[in-house]
Each structure stands twice: as C-alpha cells, then as structure tokens.
C-alpha cells in the first residue's frame, strides 16, 4: 500500500515554526481545500479489488485452460496409443494375411504342377492304352489269322493223314520197320529189322530232325557210305518223298550189313 498524503504536515515541514497564536490565526484564515484523499483510497481500494478478482479470474482461466489442455494432451495420447495398437494390431493381421497369400499362392502353383503332371501322366497312359489296344486289336487279328492257317493245316494234315496212315502201314509192313521217338521235338528215329539174313533179329536206325524244311541226318547206326547218304538226303529235301528216302536207306542198311 501507497502511504497516505497528509497535507497538513507537507505544509507544517516546508513552514518555519510559529506561535501558536500565529499559526491559529493563520490556519483559520487559510481557505479550507479539500483534495478528496478519501475519494482516491476508496477508488484506488476499489480498483486494487477489481484489479485482484481480474488477476484471480485470469489464474482461474490460466488453470482451467491448462487443466482442459492437460486433459486434451492426455486424450491424444491415449488416441495415439490406440491407434498404435490397431496400427500394430493391422500390421500383425497384413502381415498374417500376405503370408497365407504366399501359402495359397504356393499351394496353387504345386497344385496347377500337380494337374499338370497328372495331365501329361493321363495322356502318356492315353496313348499308352491306345498303343496297347492297337497292338492288341494287331495281335488278335494275327492270332485269328494264324488260327485260321492252323486250322486249315490241320484240316490239310487230317486229311493227308487219312490217305498217309494206309501208305506208312504199307511201308512199315513192306519195309520192315518202325517209328520211335528220339527224346526230342521233331526227331524222329526210323528203326529197320530183318536185314541180315544171318540175323533176322538185328536192327539198324537212323534219326531225323525234321524241325526245319530241310531234313538233317542227326545218327545213323551202322555207318553207311557218306556219300551215298547224302545223295539220298538231297533227294528228300527236293523232292519230299520219304517213303523213296526210307527204301532208299533200307537198302544202305543192307549193304553195309553183308
């Protein structure tokens, strides 16, 4: 606070002391002035009062206002941290998504190479199948064919055995002789008795392979002459009569028996 202006004693200390009778008389001669001291203090009372409520409503703004942005500060914080953890949590989901993305997309490249090989797997069989069937249709019409050739063979062969079985009776009576198996296919042994006169019993035999289109000498017991043999062996593969080739040998047989 201001001290209080007193004008009585600014003018009491400028004035040289007086008696007191002068100084009555004086005072009382003197105008009375009035400055409105009182007036100032209430007014200045009054402003210090106004002044205070505006400094005391300008802290109650201050914090209120600051509290308000405290609480603001602490809302965008907690915003942020929020939306941090959706950006977190969007991140972890983006990130599970492209990689089951990547799986499908493998899974779907494996699978279209699967098809792919199973495709060319399936065509390879196709054809494969295809192939086997071509062969097997070739197969059957050869089997068929060869059956037919068989059969009219063996049509052909039953009846040559018809007129061959009184022919070969004839020449085994006539000749002397008979057939035995030689313990292969296609050989043949032609066994001959009564060619000794000494000995009707003694034997001789010569086996044949007939295995091939031409007949081959495969053992001849007794020995005859090789020449001769041979002739008769040529003359069978030519002409194919085996009843001329068997009297043939027949005689051969009797020749190197005397």
Request: with cysteine.
């Amino acid at each position: 606070m201001a001290a209080i202006f007193e004008p009585s004693l600014s003018t009491s200390a400028l004035r040289a002391p007086l008696a007191s009778t002068d100084a009555l008389s004086m005072a009382d001669s003197l105008p009375n002035i009035n400055f409105g001291f009182e007036e100032l203090r209430d007014r200045m009372a009054r402003f210090t009062d106004c002044f205070d409520e505006f400094i005391a409503r300008g802290r109650k703004r201050v914090l209120e206002e600051r509290n308000q942005f405290r609480m603001n500060v602490a809302e965008l914080q907690d915003d942020q941290r929020m939306k941090s953890k959706d950006i977190e949590i969007l991140t972890h989901k983006f990130s599970t998504h492209a990689q089951y993305v990547a799986k499908e997309a493998a899974e779907t490249a494996e699978m279209h190479t699967a098809i792919a090989n199973i495709t060319s797997q399936r065509d390879a069989r196709a054809a494969h199948r295809d192939k086997l069937r071509a062969e097997t249709a070739s197969l059957q019409k050869s089997i068929s064919q060869r059956l037919e050739a068989q059969k009219e063979h063996s049509e052909s062969q039953d009846a040559q055995a018809r007129f061959n079985e009184p022919e070969l009776a004839f020449w085994v009576n006539h000749l002397c002789m008979r057939l035995e198996g030689a313990g292969e296919d296609d050989h043949l042994q032609f066994v001959f008795s009564h060619l000794d006169e000494r000995s009707w019993e003694r034997e001789a035999f010569i086996e044949l392979d007939m295995s091939r289109r031409d007949y081959r000498v495969v053992r001849i017991k007794p020995k005859v002459q090789e020449q001769d043999l041979e002739r008769c062996v040529e003359k069978l593969n030519e002409n194919r009569e085996l009843a001329m080739f068997l009297k043939t040998v027949r005689e051969l047989f009797v020749e190197a028996m005397t």
